[in-house]
């Protein structure tokens, strides 16, 4: 279906997604909500930044009866800021309804969790454990709640959550329809998905490039220099409107904020060393733009949806490329455009070469005193050993060893292998 309307839609549904503005379905919304729409238990499988969380939404806003005062639907997110979010976006659907909603997330009171569970609402969100604890108590009735949306699932997996999931997603009904939501869908994750679904649907959205079309892709050499030095002459190459910039470490996190605080740049952290209030409140000021530069570890560039990320920076290459798709998902949002750049050392390149494997294109490029200029293609490098080899040779087999040698007979012989090398190379750069 090219429109929204061609749901039929309730009223309040349709005046919600004008409100957002939200122009016509994205790929994964054309397939999601049909199935979510006729419970067909389905795999959502999507790169970030597809309109993955309405594809879900919409549907299951749908399908609410608000006449019966039961849990009808459990959305699970493994980080309490998507999580957030996922919750702030389902109130603005809800909001012109009778629907009721909960966000249950962990770092916050349980007793007061309990409390607001007097009365259980219809939708639920929340982190995997705050939901088990919460069943545990008896406070949240899952056996009533026939709809189960499990988001960024493989973060889920690997976070080790699934156990979690597993002990409410068991207390719910058999025919639960069950909706799994993930970039990848690894092995692992197969016996899991087996238990609860039965010849599920596999929608899989986005196989030709993992990334949005308006990123534009920068390789900068670090060179001798620190990274850390380094960045800041890519900062001040720069002018973002927002930029985060990714690190593979809590502790190189706090290193890189550190320096470029003390170099007049005003960062904003995210990583999962932050406590609760502390992130909320970083959130918050990231939000109200008080910040144009963010330090974050992957914690970000999976969990938390920033609005109006002009440039991603990768101080360091993460170890899992699939980390890389996702910290440059961050930019390039709702139709903008964006700037991802990779600082790189000649360690790091056997790994942009599996990222241009993913189809995406690099410009080698550097930038001094604020000027950026286009560098050699990195791959040029690649035929040098080759020639200089052919060359290498070629000298050795000119200057032989002499029959009876003399003292100082190897500095002559490399004087003489040093004269042929030039000349060859004067030779191979007049065939150019």
Known sequence: MSKFSDYNFQPFVMDAINELNFQKPTPIQQRMIPLIMKGKSAIGQSHTGTGKTHSFLLPIVEKIDPEKQELQAI????????????????????????????????????????????????IVVGTPGRIKDLMVEGALHVHTANTLVIDEADLAFDLGFITDIDQFAGKMPEDLNMYVFSATIPEKLQPFLKKYMSSPEHVHIGDKRPVAE???????????????????????????????????????????????????FKVGLLHGNLAPRDRKRMMQAVHDLEYQYIVATDLAARGIDIPGVSHVINLEIPDDLEFFVHRVGRTARAGLDGQAIALYQPEDEDALVRIEKMGITFKH????????????????????????????????????????????????????????KKRERKIRNRKR
Do not use: C
């Open 214 to 264: 308006g990123i534009e892709f920068f390789a900068v050499p670090v060179r001798g220099k620190s990274k850390k030095n380094r960045l800041i002459e890519v900062l001040k190459g720069i002018n973002p409107y927002l930029a985060i910039i990714f690190v593979n470490t809590k502790s190189f996190a706090d290193e890189v904020a550190k320096h470029l605080n003390e170099n007049g």
């Open 365 to 420: 490029m550097d930038v001094k005193d604020g000027e950026w200029s286009e560098l050699k293609d990195r791959h040029a490098r690649k035929n040098r050993p080759k020639q200089e080899n052919e060359i290498d040779a070629k000298a050795k087999a000119l200057v032989r060893k002499p029959k009876k040698v003399k003292p100082g007979y190897k500095r002559n012989m490399k004087w003489e292998m040093d004269k042929v």
């Open 75 to 122: 959305i699970t997110s493994p980080t309490r800021e998507l999580a957030t979010q996922i919750h702030k976006a389902l109130q603005q659907l809800i909001e012109h309804s009778d629907i009721q909603s909960k966000l249950f997330i962990g770092g916050t009171d349980k007793a007061r969790s309990i409390a607001k569970l007097s009365t259980q609402p219809h």
